[in-house]
C-alpha cells in the first residue's frame, strides 16, 4: 500500500539552528500539505501545495519557516533559526486532488510525522 | 469561519464498553467531516468521513458516527471498546469548494480499562 515517507522521524537541534523535514507524497498526488501538530492540539495547516505551487501558506511564519516543492513531486520543508516554540511534530500530508483539472473532494493521506525538539 | 470543538480531552471506558466521543462543528453549510486517530508519536490514520451522502457513516476497526445537521454535530462511537482503541482521535471539517483546507478540533485521548 502507497504511503506518504517523512525524514528524519525525529530531530532534535538547538536553538537559533537550521533544520530541515523533508516529504514523499504518494505518487501522483497532485497535493501536499505541511501541518504543525502541537502536543496536546489538533494539526494546523502551515502550507498547501498544489504541484509546485502554493495555493495556501496563510499560517506559515515566512519570517523563518520556508517550504518548496520544486519538481511537484517531493518536498522540503525548512526552520532558520529554529527557536523553543517551533518544538512539535510536523505532519506531512498528500491528495490526488488537481485544481486544474477541476477535480472534486478528495481525502488527505498522512504520513508518520518528524518529531522537533528545540533546546 | 469554520471550526471544530471535542468535548472531552480525555475519556475513559471499560473494556467492552461504549465508546462515545464527542464532536460539534460550526459552518454556514454542511461541511465534509472525518474522524482521524493517532498512536504515539504516529501520523493520523482516517477512521471514517462525511461528505454528504448517507448520514450514518461506518468506518474502519468498529467505529460509526452520524451527521445531525440539526445539531452540528458527528460524534463517533464503537459499541464495544478494546484495548487497542487506546489513543488520541481527532474530529476534523473540511469545506466543499475552495482549497477543501481541513480544520482539525484539540483531540480526544481514549484510555480503555482492563
Known amino acids: 500500500e502507497a504511503e506518504v515517507a517523512q525524514s528524519p522521524r525525529y530531530k532534535i537541534t538547538e536553538k537559533s539552528q537550521a533544520v530541515a523535514f523533508w516529504c514523499d507524497p504518494i505518487s501522483g498526488h497532485a497535493t501536499l500539505y505541511w501541518y504543525r501538530q502541537i502536543l496536546g492540539q489538533g494539526p494546523e495547516l502551515l502550507v498547501q501545495?498544489?504541484?509546485?505551487?502554493?495555493?495556501?501558506d496563510s499560517q506559515l511564519p515566512k519570517d523563518r519557516f520556508s517550504a518548496e516543492r520544486l519538481k511537484g513531486v517531493d518536498s522540503t520543508l525548512k526552520i532558520q533559526p529554529a527557536e523553543l516554540g517551533d518544538s512539535a511534530m510536523y505532519l506531512c500530508?498528500?491528495?490526488?486532488?488537481?485544481?486544474?483539472?477541476?477535480?472534486?473532494?478528495?481525502?488527505?493521506?498522512f504520513g508518520p510525522g518528524t518529531r522537533l525538539t528545540v533546546l | 469561519a469554520q471550526s471544530v470543538t471535542q468535548l472531552g480531552s480525555h475519556v475513559s471506558v471499560s473494556e467492552g464498553a461504549l465508546v462515545l466521543l464527542r464532536c460539534n462543528y460550526s459552518?454556514?453549510?454542511?461541511?465534509?467531516l472525518f474522524w482521524y486517530v493517532q498512536y504515539p508519536n504516529q501520523g493520523l490514520q482516517l477512521l471514517l468521513k462525511?461528505?454528504?451522502?448517507?448520514?450514518l457513516v461506518k468506518g474502519i476497526n468498529g467505529f460509526e458516527a452520524e451527521f445531525k445537521k440539526s445539531e452540528t454535530s458527528f460524534h463517533l462511537t464503537k459499541p464495544s471498546a478494546h484495548m487497542s482503541d487506546a489513543a488520541e482521535y481527532f474530529c476534523?471539517?473540511?469545506?466543499?469548494?475552495?482549497?477543501?483546507?481541513?480544520?482539525f478540533g484539540t483531540g480526544t485521548r481514549l484510555k480503555v480499562l482492563a
Open positions: 462525511y461528505t454528504s451522502a448517507a448520514t
Open positions: 476534523a471539517v473540511s469545506e466543499t469548494s475552495g482549497t477543501y483546507k481541513y480544520i
Open positions: 501545495f498544489q504541484d509546485e505551487s502554493v495555493v495556501d
Open positions: 459552518s454556514s453549510v454542511p461541511p465534509y
Open positions: 500530508a498528500s491528495s490526488p486532488r488537481s485544481y486544474r483539472r477541476g477535480q472534486g473532494f478528495y481525502e488527505q493521506f
